[in-house]
Nanobody, 122 residues
């Protein structure tokens, strides 16, 4: 079973920046697309950004121009650089791995990590 470890969250003021990291276990990284998702209180989990093995990216309209997803294949790590953060970006952020169709559909996945909390507040 894949284990996913997200990190890098925290409390940041509106307009600030954070960089999240996700490192899946095992050797799945190089053969799978990766996605970042978020879930705010009382809301469904939503796809924020996706990246294929070849580096093609896709973003939710709400984060286009502010968030950047990238991957370091040598480190088996995917990143989410978040800039110009807004209070509505407050959520628990998760990553996952799989075929790009599954990433874009939000699942199904065998498991989810603990996520990392991002709070945007003054």
């Amino acid at each position: 079973q894949v284990q996913l470890v997200e990190s890098g969250g925290g409390l940041v003021q509106p307009g600030g920046s954070l960089r999240l990291s996700c490192k899946p276990s095992g050797s799945i990284f190089s053969i799978n697309a990766m996605g970042w998702y978020r879930q705010a209180p009382g809301k469904q989990r939503e796809l924020v950004a996706a990246i294929t093995t070849g580096g093609s990216t896709n973003y939710a309209d709400s984060v286009k121009g502010r968030f950047t997803i990238s991957r370091d294949n040598a480190k088996n790590t995917v990143y989410l650089k978040m800039s110009s953060l807004k209070p509505e970006d407050t959520a628990v952020y998760y990553c996952n791995a799989g075929p790009i169709i599954r990433i874009m559909n939000g699942g199904p996945f065998g498991s989810w990590g603990q996520g990392t909390q991002v709070t945007v507040s003054s």
